[in-house]
Each structure stands twice: as structure tokens, then as C-alpha cells.
């Protein structure tokens, strides 16, 4: 049974930092892009940052320069290190799995974890 889950939540004063971790199982990790996505009351869940499983990156303009995402296929896992934090990243994290391989796709999300930044 394919699953994520999230660990490393908090809450936190503005300027600390923050590592989020997301453990995956039951999905072939070194075919999967992995991604952290973030959700607040009354908007869409939004792109943090992913990486694809050759580790190219991305990020949203807004984390730039102040998260970074890695993984590490020996222990399916990705992190999120969230430094200089504003009130502004607080939200639920979640972890994103998409796996592609000889034309297969399937996406798999985690459950969240609440990031709480306070001013």
C-alpha cells in the first residue's frame, strides 16, 4: 500500500527555520518526483518546491532562496528545509509523490503537517 507521511511540524517565531520530512513506502522512489505543496484556509493548495527523480528542482518565487528541497532514494524520503521563516509560510504542508514509468502515472499525496509561523 502505497503511503506518505510527513513529519516535522511546528510552530515557530518568524526568522527560525524549520525541517520538514516526508517517508514514503510502497512506491518505487527512484521513479517518483516528489514535491511539498502548502495549504491555508480559503485558497488552493499551492506548489512549495518539488524535486524530480533525477533531482532537478523548483521552487515558488514566494521560498526562493530560503527553502530547500532534497531526497534520498536509499531511504525514500525527501526533505524540506525552511529557513528565515515569515508569518506567511504558515500553513499545512503536504507531501506529493508522482510516479511515472513505461507510460504509467499515479499521484499520492500525504496527510499534512501544520506549520505555524508567529510574528
Known amino acids: 500500500q502505497e503511503q506518505l507521511v510527513e513529519s516535522g511540524g511546528g510552530l515557530v517565531q518568524a526568522g527560525g527555520s524549520l525541517r520538514l520530512s516526508c517517508a514514503a513506502s510502497?512506491?518505487?522512489?527512484?521513479?517518483?518526483?516528489m514535491g511539498w505543496y502548502r495549504q491555508t484556509p480559503g485558497k488552493q493548495r499551492e506548489l512549495v518546491a518539488t524535486?524530480?527523480?533525477?533531482?532537478?528542482?523548483n521552487y515558488a518565487e514566494s521560498v526562493k532562496g530560503r527553502f530547500t528541497i532534497s531526497r534520498d532514494n536509499a531511504k525514500n524520503t525527501v526533505g524540506l528545509q525552511m529557513n528565515s521563516l515569515k508569518p506567511e509560510d504558515t500553513g499545512v504542508y503536504h507531501c506529493?509523490?508522482?510516479?511515472?514509468?513505461?507510460?504509467?502515472?499515479?499521484?499520492?499525496w500525504g496527510q499534512g503537517t501544520q506549520v505555524t509561523v508567529s510574528s
Open positions: 506529493k509523490a508522482v510516479f511515472e514509468w513505461l507510460g504509467r502515472r499515479a499521484e499520492y
Open positions: 510502497g512506491i518505487i522512489f527512484s521513479f517518483t518526483s
Open positions: 524535486i524530480s527523480s533525477g533531482g532537478t528542482t
